[in-house]
C-alpha cells in the first residue's frame, strides 16, 4: 500500500540511522500477552450446579483460544495460567488440576496440580511452559468439589463465546451471562510488536457526488507495541488502497480505540463495493494482517438524493392514562410536518374497541414488555441517536421524541421510490390503491416489503383514560391492513406496481380517512432489521381534511406577553410546554389567561370548540 523511501542520497545513511534507532527507543512494549478476556474484575459465579454434591463428580472450565490469536504469537510459551474461583470451596483429595489441550475429548496435552488454592484470582507458572505452534487450544482448569453451588468466577465481559463446560460427562458450551475468568499469561522472545484486530466499521450506504463520506470504526491493539500512529486505507472496486495516517494517539497493549476520517470520496455516479482497512501501525507492517479488514460494502452514489417520507407509527389505546399528554407532545415536535406520516395502532397497553389484530401484531417490535405511549419512526432503531434509548428494539417512549431524531430521520435520503393513488366509488364505498415503487440506493435488507393502511382520523370518543371524561378525537387509527400482517413481497431491484380494493366499513367516516403505503426490509428473526425505505399517502375522497385538527374555529389568539387573550366562541383549552406537561387549562371559556410566571420560550395552546380544535404556537419572550 505504501512504498518507503528511506534515503534519497547515500552520503546521508549516518545521519538517519542514528534518528532511526533513537525513534524506535522511544516505543513503549508490553512483556506478555494475554489469552482470554482482559478483564480483571471479576462478578458472579457459573450457572453449572453439582446436584449430587459428590466429591466423586467431574467438573471442568475451559476457554478456547482460536488460532487466529495463536498464529501471532506462534513460536512463544503460555507460561502462567490465571483463574478465579469462589471462597470456601470444599476440594476433595483429587482437588484440582490445570490444563491445556487441543481436543477436550482427548487426553489433556498439558495438566499440572494445583494446590494451596485461594479465592480470587490464582496466578499458577507452568512447571513446563506450552509451547505454541499456532493451532487453536482450550485452556481450562478441571476439579473435583462437593459445593452445590457454582464455583468458577465471571467477569463482566458478555462475550461467552470462547467457553466451555463439563457437564453429566460431555463437554458443552457454557450458558453463562458472563464470560469465565480465566487467561493464559504467553512470554516469549518472539511476542507480536505490532497486531491489530478490527473490531467494527461504520459507513453509510449512500453517497452524494463531490461530498466526502465519513467512515468509522474501531480496533483493539493486539501487539505489544504501544500504537502512536495507523493508517486508515479504502479502496474501490478492488482497486488501490488510498490510506490516510493518523498521528499522535497512544494506543497501549490490549486498549481498544475509535477511529474517524472523512477522506473517502466517489468519482462518479454509481455503486461501488468498499472496503476498509487499519494497518502501518507505528510506520510497521502488522504481524497477522487479515483480521485486520472489514467486510465489504455497497454503497450507492448519486448526483442528489430522493426526500423521504418518515412513517411515525404510535401505540396508543383508551386505557392509557398518559397517551393525551403524550400526543400532544408528539404534536408539538411533528408540527404539521408535511413529511412525517402518522399511524396510530390501539396497542401497546392492552386492547379496546380500536384495536385490530395487525396493531397487537405488532406489539412484536417491542422485543419484551409494552407500554404506551410508544413509537417508532421509519421502525428503524434510534439509539445510536440517543444513548438514552434501547437498543433491542426500535420502539422507545413517545415522550422522547426530540426535534432532532425527527430532523435525523428527515436527513436520511429515500431507500426507494413509491407512489399511491386513491379511485374511490362514494355510492357502493368501494376503494381501489394503486402503489408503486423502485430502488433509488443499496437497500439495507434483502427481504423487500410492501404494506398497505388505511387509518381514520377525529374519530370521537369520551372515554379516553386520561382527559376527565372530555370529548377526545383519536387521530390516524389503523383501520385496515390491505397486504398481509407483515408485508406482501416486492422486487424494488425491478420495480413493482400493485393493486389493493376494499369496501369502507359503513362506520367509518371516508371523508376522515387515508391511505399508506410503505416499502420496508422484514427479518421475522431480527426487530432491529425492518428499517422502511420510504412511505407514501393519499386522501381516500376529494374532501378537505386536516390531518391534526379543524381550523373553522372562529376566535384569535392575542400574546400580549404578559397574558394571551383568546377572542372569540370556544370549549375549553390547554397549555402546554414542549414536553408535553399541561400548564394550564380551562373546561370554560376565560379572556384572559395570565403568563407572568411562565419562563421565556416556546408553548402551545390549545383550544377547543365542540369537536373542532386548534393549537397554536406562543412564544414568549418577557
Not at 383514560?465 to 383501520?479: D, I, N, P
Request: charge should be negative; glycine fraction near 6%.
Amino acid at each position: 500500500m505504501k512504498n518507503h523511501m528511506m534515503f534519497r542520497f547515500a552520503t546521508l545513511l549516518l545521519l538517519v540511522v542514528p534518528f532511526v534507532i533513537s525513534l524506535y527507543a522511544t516505543e513503549e512494549f508490553s512483556d506478555f500477552i494475554r489469552l482470554g478476556h482482559s478483564d480483571d474484575i471479576l462478578e458472579g459465579y457459573d450457572s453449572s450446579p453439582n446436584p449430587d454434591q459428590s466429591n466423586n463428580l467431574k467438573r471442568a472450565v475451559a476457554i478456547h483460544i482460536p488460532a487466529s490469536q495463536m498464529i501471532p504469537c506462534k513460536g512463544n510459551y503460555i507460561s502462567i495460567i490465571k483463574f478465579a474461583i469462589a471462597q470456601n470451596v470444599y476440594f476433595s483429595d483429587n482437588g484440582l488440576k490445570v490444563f491445556i489441550t487441543k481436543d477436550l475429548n482427548k487426553p489433556y496435552d498439558y495438566e499440572q496440580t494445583v494446590t494451596n488454592i485461594v479465592s480470587m484470582w490464582n496466578h499458577i507458572p507452568l512447571t513446563t511452559p506450552f509451547h505454541m505452534d499456532g493451532e487453536d487450544v482450550y485452556i481450562g482448569y478441571e476439579y473435583y468439589a462437593s459445593n452445590k453451588s457454582g464455583i468458577s468466577r465471571l467477569t463482566p465481559n458478555n462475550d461467552t463465546s470462547m467457553d466451555w463446560c463439563y457437564q453429566n460427562g460431555k463437554w458443552i458450551q457454557a450458558q453463562n451471562n458472563s464470560a469465565l475468568a480465566i487467561q493464559g499469561i504467553v512470554k516469549g522472545e518472539q511476542l507480536p510488536k505490532y497486531n491489530i484486530t478490527l473490531n467494527q466499521t461504520e459507513l453509510l450506504t449512500y453517497a452524494e457526488l463531490g461530498k466526502n463520506m465519513t467512515l468509522s470504526g474501531e480496533f483493539t491493539n493486539m501487539g505489544t507495541a504501544t500504537i502512536n500512529s495507523f493508517n486508515v486505507n479504502y479502496r474501490l472496486d478492488n482497486g488501490n488502497w488510498m490510506a490516510e495516517t493518523i498521528h499522535d494517539v497512544n494506543i497501549p497493549y490490549e486498549s481498544s480505540y475509535q477511529f474517524q476520517t472523512q477522506h473517502l470520496s466517489f468519482p462518479n455516479v454509481g455503486e461501488f463495493i468498499v472496503e476498509i482497512s487499519v494497518d502501518e501501525l507505528n510506520g510497521q507492517k502488522d504481524i497477522y494482517p487479515s483480521d485486520n479488514v472489514s467486510s465489504v460494502y455497497t454503497v450507492g452514489c448519486v448526483d442528489s438524493f430522493t426526500p423521504r417520507n418518515v412513517l411515525l407509527e404510535i401505540f396508543s389505546t383508551e386505557r392509557c392514562p398518559n397517551c393525551p399528554e403524550g400526543h400532544n407532545h408528539l404534536e408539538s415536535v411533528i408540527n404539521d410536518n408535511p413529511q412525517i406520516v402518522t399511524v396510530e395502532h390501539h396497542a401497546g397497553f392492552g386492547s379496546d374497541k380500536y384495536s385490530i389484530q395487525e396493531s397487537l401484531d405488532y406489539e412484536w417490535f417491542y422485543n419484551g414488555t409494552t407500554s404506551a405511549p410508544s413509537i417508532m419512526l421509519d421502525r428503524h432503531n434510534q439509539s445510536s441517536y440517543n444513548s438514552s434509548l434501547s437498543s433491542n428494539s426500535p420502539v422507545f417512549s413517545a415522550t422522547k421524541l426530540t426535534t432532532e431524531l425527527v430532523e435525523n430521520a428527515l436527513d436520511i435520503p429515500a431507500f426507494a421510490t413509491i407512489t399511491l393513488s386513491v379511485e374511490y366509488d362514494a355510492v357502493n364505498r368501494n376503494a381501489t390503491f394503486h402503489v408503486q415503487g423502485k430502488r433509488l440506493l443499496p437497500l439495507t435488507g434483502n427481504n423487500s416489503k410492501l404494506f398497505v393502511f388505511l387509518t381514520e382520523n377525529n374519530i370521537y370518543t369520551n372515554t379516553q383514560s386520561g382527559s376527565a371524561g372530555k370529548a377526545y378525537y383519536h387521530q390516524h387509527v389503523l383501520r385496515e391492513v390491505l397486504t398481509d400482517t407483515w408485508g406482501e413481497s416486492v422486487n424494488l431491484n425491478k420495480g413493482f406496481t400493485a393493486d389493493y380494493h376494499t369496501t369502507i366499513n359503513e362506520s367509518m367516516n371516508c371523508d376522515e380517512m387515508y391511505a399508506i403505503a410503505f416499502v420496508s426490509n422484514y427479518n421475522p428473526n431480527d426487530v432491529n432489521n425492518c428499517s422502511i425505505y420510504n412511505t407514501a399517502q393519499a386522501k381516500l375522497t376529494g374532501n378537505s381534511s386536516a390531518i391534526q385538527q379543524h381550523t373553522t374555529i372562529p376566535f384569535s389568539v392575542i400574546n400580549s406577553g404578559k397574558a394571551i387573550s383568546i377572542q372569540g366562541d370556544y370549549d375549553s383549552f390547554k397549555l402546554f410546554n414542549l414536553s408535553g406537561t399541561c400548564l394550564k387549562q380551562s373546561s370554560k371559556p376565560i379572556q384572559h389567561i395570565s403568563t407572568e410566571t411562565l419562563p421565556k420560550g416556546v408553548y402551545l395552546l390549545q383550544i377547543q370548540k365542540q369537536r373542532e380544535n386548534k393549537t397554536y404556537k406562543i412564544i414568549l419572550n418577557n
